[in-house]
């Protein structure tokens, strides 16, 4: 049995500090986000996407399960979403910011993280979490890019219209470049590729100081009550669901590695986006950017609660 407390000190508390840097850092000098954010999205994820598919190879058999999982949880949170707006009569614009901040995860600069620390004494165990990892966020990227958006207009633009900010995303052509270059056997120029194993080292520390002075520019109210409902359904609902359909899609018999990595990330905190789009449409940014937040700070106990489970549940 994993021990809560070690799980804190040696897999949150990193990941807290350095959230912690990125918010002073903030703070201190009011770093331009949106170039941090765009570092991260064209440069460093990409590099993280190609290196990871084309080193570690994810079973072919648990691809479509892990996808088909992602989006079961995403309409059942998205359905309860929508209950929960209708029973406490949420507005048109406050039950769209509110189901973002339900159904989108942060699978980049939170859970890839968390993996990097939680499985740091294992190279191969990274690899493959992170392999699991880059579909669920594929599947996460898509659904920010097209039913995020939507949401977040309040549906001012239609599905199809978000359907083409998806071809946007530079990491879809990553993850296709590395299994062309899989498939047809072809070597990465040694320089080319030294440079590409650097920008990926970064990563992780990029991503959670970029997080930290996201989350500087956030003003702290934790006396709304939409935001403890965003937070139940996102940090505790959410892996319960998981939990469910793994095992009905049987992921903890084929491998209990990913079966670990798609609970704990379904477990994740309200993805930043969610503030990005709000801000970008005019729709309930405060409001987004308070479950953001909250959702964060509080994933320090939800996480660790949900890696101490899972471990004992699916024993490596």
């Known amino acids: 049995m994993i021990n809560l407390i070690n799980i804190i000190i040696n897999v949150i508390l990193p990941i807290f500090l350095q959230i912690g840097v990125g918010?002073?850092?903030q703070k201190k000098f009011h770093m331009n986000t949106s170039t941090l954010v765009k570092l991260q999205f064209y440069i460093f994820l990409p590099a993280l996407l190609f290196t990871n598919f084309y080193e570690t190879t994810v079973q072919s058999n648990i691809i479509f399960?892990?996808?088909?999982?992602?989006l079961i949880i995403f309409v059942v949170l998205l359905l309860i979403s929508l209950g929960v707006g209708r029973l406490f009569h949420f507005s048109k614009r406050v039950k769209s910011s509110f189901i973002n901040s339900v159904?989108?995860?942060n699978?980049?600069?939170?859970?890839?993280?968390?993996l990097t620390f939680l499985f740091t004494d294992d190279s191969r165990l990274i690899a493959a979490a992170l392999s699991v990892q880059i579909v669920i966020l594929l599947t996460q990227n898509v659904l920010t890019n097209t039913f995020g958006i939507f949401f977040a207009n309040a549906g001012k633009k239609t599905i199809l219209?978000?359907?083409?900010?998806?071809?946007?995303?530079?990491?879809?052509y990553a993850v296709i470049v590395a299994f062309i270059f899989r498939f047809f056997n072809i070597g990465v120029y040694e320089p080319v590729w030294d440079a590409l194993i650097t920008i990926r080292n970064g990563m992780v520390p990029l991503?959670?100081?970029?997080?930290?002075?996201?989350?500087?520019?956030?003003k702290m109210n934790f006396k709304l009550p939409k935001v403890y409902l965003s937070n139940l359904l996102r940090l505790i609902i959410a892996p319960l669901l998981a939990y469910i359909f793994v095992v009905l899609f049987s992921i903890d018999k084929i491998d209990p590695l990913a079966a670990q990595v798609i609970i704990i990330?379904?477990?994740?905190?309200?993805a930043v986006n969610t503030v990005l789009l709000a801000i970008e449409y005019d729709n309930e940014p405060?409001?987004?950017?308070?479950?953001?937040?909250?959702?964060t700070v509080f994933s320090a106990i939800t996480v660790s609660a949900t890696i101490g489970i899972v471990a004992m549940l699916f024993p490596l």
């Open 265 to 270: 990330c379904c477990g994740a905190p309200t």
């Open 161 to 172: 219209q978000s359907l083409l900010e998806t071809f946007k995303i530079p990491m879809i």
């Open 23 to 25: 918010y002073l850092l």
């Open 65 to 70: 399960p892990i996808v088909c999982i992602v």
């Open 207 to 218: 991503a959670l100081i970029t997080l930290g002075a996201q989350l500087a520019n956030t």
């Open 103 to 105: 159904v989108l995860i």
């Open 286 to 295: 405060e409001l987004s950017s308070q479950i953001v937040f909250s959702s």
């Open 107 to 114: 699978s980049g600069n939170y859970c890839i993280p968390l």
